[in-house]
């Protein structure tokens, strides 16, 4: 979806990404053009994924070659540098074994690029910022192993001003409250909200008691006069969004 320019100062869109699809590296940075240099290129992976995996590693310390070796082990096992940085933030897989100074390096990368997105999106309206808020939270979320329902606060603008994990369970459920969700929207003066939850499954079709517990905060959130945006569905490759797809 998204990609930096080639100085890292800004995100522009590629136009061939649909709306509604989820691609985790639309926020994060590229280094500039031979930054790595001799950096192979792979048909199945984005260049950018090698060659800024390839840089930060370099930047915490490994030299050139080695550092070019280890970003070609770790795509060729996780496909994606958001799959790599989600990887490094739970200590799986053998990016465990990368040095301390590297993995705290990606930790830290990973964070920042979720700082300055959602900055981004407290600048205007989250629902007209659609394609940015799937690739946030696909980056977030579809390397979860369990599901955890996340709540996105909106103001009266539709700009956000507050997110948080509210429910968080196994691989196929995640026990949610709609009292505490609205308590917490309250307490945050927000107007309404989006729902959010990941399926660990890949399968981004909400189940029956998906459908029967977003009904229920619908109704919690219209007492106290609250706004239920949408609720998106993170899967492996793709955000659904219910409202959408004519389910909400």
Known sequence: MG??????????????TPPGMADGMAFLTRPP???VPGLPQAKAVGPDDRQCLAALLGAAGM????????????????????AVL???????G???????????????????????????????SVLHERPA?????????????????????????????????????????APVYPREIVRRALALRARGFVLVHNHPSGDVMPSAEDMSMTAQIIAAARVVGLHVADHLIVGRERVLSMKEAGLL
Not at 63 to 82: H, N, P, R, V
Not at 94 to 120: D, G, Q, T, W, Y
Request: hydrophobic share 45%; net charge negative.
């Open 63 to 82: 030299a050139q070659a080695q550092a070019i070796e280890q970003a070609e082990a770790l795509m060729g096992e996780y496909a994606t540098l958001s």
């Open 86 to 92: 989600a990887a490094t933030a739970q200590h799986e």
């Open 33 to 35: 053009e031979g930054l």
């Open 133 to 173: 808020l799937n690739a946030y939270l696909s980056a977030l979320m579809a390397h979860e192993k369990t599901e955890q329902m996340r709540v996105v606060f909106l103001d009266a603008a539709n700009r956000l001003v507050g997110e948080e994990v509210m429910g968080r369970g196994t691989v196929d459920h």
């Open 3 to 16: 990609k930096c320019t080639p100085d890292g100062s800004r995100l522009v869109s590629r136009p061939h």
């Open 94 to 124: 053998s990016v465990s074994l990368l040095p301390e100074a590297a993995r705290v390096l990606l930790i830290l990368a990973r964070e920042s690029a979720f700082r300055l997105h959602r900055a981004r999106l407290q600048q205007g």
